[in-house]
T-cell receptor, first 116, second 110 residues
């Protein structure tokens, strides 16, 4: 089946540093990838939609200069949290869709970001 | 607005059936999903149903869809302790992101 990986799975960083999270579709091409953020005991909130070769579409309230998304190829999207602060600590999950008829999206295992 | 509603908690005994309910708001949603999330892990797709279906069964899982009431349910037969997790329902239109409910925490006691 389709596999999506995320790297790193867990990262701890100091306040003010930038962190890059990679999302890769390992065995299929994904023209669209989605980035979600999950707060403790909360649902997943869509942050942005990432289309290969074009600018990401950000949801209302998500700062595009803070959360930089790059979708350089059909198998890789990156999310960079710039100048991270403790309130950015969260679980970040990406998903990718191969564009099949059932619209299935495959989720990565998530990245736990802790900003000290 | 777009809100997917779920009850937050469900507690059952091992061997019983579990029914998790979900109400969605967008009648034009064409795909409805159930995802499972175990502690500290990502999301695992359990099953999905296309909006022109009323029911889908997959081993111990039964999904019922009442499109008129915008109500979706997931029934887990013979619930096991390994089924303890958070279950999310989600709705979507083709090519768009999923809209998730807040998740139902299922606790299975032996």
């Amino acid at each position: 089946g389709a596999v999506v990986s995320q790297h790193p799975s867990r990262v701890i960083c100091k306040s003010g540093t930038s962190v890059k999270i990679e999302c890769r579709s390992l065995d299929f091409q994904a023209t669209t990838m989605f980035w979600y953020r999950q707060f403790p005991k909360k649902s997943l909130m869509l942050m942005a939609t990432s289309n290969e070769g074009s600018k990401a579409t950000y949801e209302q309230g998500v700062e595009k200069d803070k959360f930089l998304i790059n979708h350089a190829s059909l198998t890789l999207s990156t999310l960079t949290v710039t100048s991270a602060h403790p309130e950015d600590s969260s679980f970040y999950i990406c998903s990718a869709s191969p564009g099949t008829v059932d619209n299935e999206q495959f989720f990565g295992p998530g990245t736990r970001l802790t900003v000290l | 607005g777009e809100d997917v509603e779920q009850s937050l908690f469900l507690s059952v005994r091992e061997g019983d059936s579990s029914v998790i309910n979900c109400t969605y708001t967008d009648s034009s949603s064409t795909y409805l999903y159930w995802y499972k999330q175990e502690p500290g892990a990502g999301l695992q797709l359990l099953t999905y149903i296309f909006s022109n279906m009323d029911m889908k069964q997959d081993q111990r899982l039964t999904v019922l869809l009442n499109k008129k009431d915008k109500h979706l349910s997931l029934r887990i037969a013979d619930t096991q302790t390994g089924d303890s997790a958070i279950y999310f329902c989600a709705e979507t239109l083709p090519g768009t992101a999923l809209i998730f409910g807040k998740g139902t925490t299922l606790s299975v006691s032996s």
